[in-house]
T-cell receptor, first 116, second 112 residues
Framework: AQTVTQSQPEMSVQEAETVTLSCTYD???????LFWYKQPPSRQMILVIR??????QNATENRFSVNFQKAAKSFSLKISDSQLGDAAMYFC?????????????FGKGTKLTVNP | DSGVTQTPKHLITATGQRVTLRCSPR?????VYWYQQSLDQGLQFLIQ???????AKGNILERFSAQQFPDLHSELNLSSLELGDSALYFC???????????FGPGTRLLVL
């Protein structure tokens, strides 16, 4: 079974600075997707970024980018020019793409605090 | 706004009772997924439906059941409720490619 580990329960960053959230995963599959979701105090789960495992190029969405290291099974999220609205729980998630279940497997989350 | 709607937003009930949570997927989405978020278990997959048929099951208790109707909305039924069932229940849906799941706002269930 696949597992996702987020080793940083909490992180903090100064406004306008850059922060990197870590995620590692365990799988024997070669074809899958990885996601970062943001959960602000409203509790809504918001998609931040998506990475297909077969794509070597790291995904980028505005101030958010990932460092995908397939061999190391690492998928970190970099937030540049941090804003107060980035404060939230961030969840890393894995989804198989080799048939069978399409469920998301989540890590425990990292709580990000942005200091003014 | 993801386009996925869930009702009710909050639900307070007593142990032993039964409740129904409702989810309407994004327009045109055929797949619906249910997740439970609790403090001790984190975010866990419960069940998936695709176009009315059950497609995958996760850690869903026997006291819980779900279904997807012809209009593609889905309901999660929780019965014989226990204190430990208190959690945030999310519904998510995906488009035809079923790659990215878009989440509803959740239903917060409190069992007293």
């Amino acid at each position: 079974a696949q597992t996702v580990t987020q080793s940083q329960p909490e992180m903090s960053v100064q406004e306008a600075e850059t922060v990197t959230l870590s995620c590692t995963y365990d799988t024997s599959e070669s074809d899958y997707y990885l996601f970062w979701y943001k959960q602000p105090p409203s509790r809504q789960m918001i998609l931040v970024i998506r990475q297909e495992a077969y794509k070597q190029q790291n995904a980028t969405e505005n101030r958010f980018s990932v460092n995908f290291q397939k061999a190391a099974k690492s998928f970190s999220l970099k937030i540049s020019d941090s804003q107060l609205g980035d404060a939230a729980m961030y969840f890393c998630a894995y989804r198989s793409n080799q048939g069978g279940s399409e469920k998301l497997v989540f890590g425990k989350g990292t709580k990000l605090t942005v200091n003014p | 706004d993801s386009g996925v709607t869930q009702t009710p937003k909050h639900l307070i009930t007593a142990t032993g009772q039964r409740v129904t949570l409702r989810c309407s997927p994004r327009s045109g989405d055929l797949s619906v997924y249910w997740y439970q978020q609790s403090l001790d278990q984190g975010l866990q997959f419960l069940i998936q439906y695709y176009n009315g048929e059950e497609r995958a099951k996760g850690n869903i208790l026997e006291r819980f059941s779900a279904q997807q109707f012809p209009d593609l909305h889905s309901e999660l039924n929780l019965s014989s409720l226990e204190l430990g069932d208190s959690a945030l229940y999310f519904c998510a849906s995906t488009g035809p490619e079923r790659e990215t799941q878009y989440f509803g706002p959740g239903t917060r269930l409190l069992v007293l």
